[in-house]
């Protein structure tokens, strides 16, 4: 159980285009998922938490208008990178909690984007 | 707000060795701590965590931490380390009642046969 699910796996894209990673919940309703970003070599930092039906709430530093975030669903939440330049380039990592885990978070296989 | 140190960047083992991953956290109220480890390119796996009661914790995979607040700490330990223990291995904390988790640095651990 408690299994959390990426789409895709690894993206490249030009600079300038848009990119859209899911993040969905396969057994479990995520009543809130995070979005985090790693460089490499480097630890995960929070970029935004968001709960179903409300909109995100980024941390500071984050563009909201460049990391657009949508939890439309209890089982899916979407992160699209607008307008992507090669520093964007990045591991994205997404994880869900359900209401009955406590602060236990399930996190996704991460998403490589490379941005050329 | 929370931090957590995770001093070595990279821990060299022999395995079968005992090795152990250091963890220090500052906060102000209390917390929640976790170990996770990530293996390349996939996600987190967490391998164990204090919520409260005992101070020593066990997890999978044979690791276990203790909870020492007196000195902030939460320590990974494990007596005996194999080859596919290899893995990014991140200390995180959380407040209590919070959801948002404040990650180390990362601790590599690589085990050499």
């Known amino acids: 159980g408690a299994v959390v699910s990426q789409h895709p796996s690894r993206v490249i894209c030009k600079s300038g285009t848009s990119v859209k990673i899911e993040c969905r919940s396969l057994?479990?309703?995520?009543?809130?998922m995070f979005w985090y970003r790693q460089f490499p070599k480097q630890s995960l930092m929070l970029m935004a938490t968001?709960?179903?039906?409300?909109?995100?709430?980024?941390e500071q530093g984050v563009e909201k208008d460049k990391f657009l975030i949508n939890h439309a669903s209890l089982t899916l939440s979407t992160l699209t990178v607008t307008s992507a330049h090669p520093e964007d380039s990045s591991f994205y990592i997404c994880s869900a909690r359900d209401g009955t885990s406590g602060n236990e978070q399930f996190f996704g296989p991460g998403t490589r984007l490379t941005v050329l | 707000a929370q931090s957590v140190t995770q001093l070595d960047s990279q821990v060299p083992v022999f395995e079968e060795a005992p090795v152990e991953l250091r963890c220090n956290y500052s906060s102000s109220v209390s917390v929640y701590l976790f170990w996770y480890v990530q293996y390349p390119n996939q996600g987190l796996q967490l391998l164990l965590k204090?919520?409260?009661?005992?101070?020593l914790v066990k997890g999978i995979n044979g690791f276990e931490a203790e909870f020492n607040k007196s000195q902030t700490s939460f320590h990974l330990r494990k007596p005996s380390v194999h080859i596919r223990d290899t893995a990014e291995y991140f200390c995180?904390?959380?407040?209590?009642?919070?959801?948002?988790?404040?990650f180390g640095s990362g601790t590599r651990l690589l085990v050499r046969p």
């Open positions: 057994d479990f309703q995520a009543t809130t």
């Open positions: 204090y919520l409260s009661g005992s101070t």
């Open positions: 968001s709960n179903e039906g409300s909109k995100a709430t980024y």
């Open positions: 995180a904390v959380s407040e209590v009642g919070s959801y948002k988790l404040i």
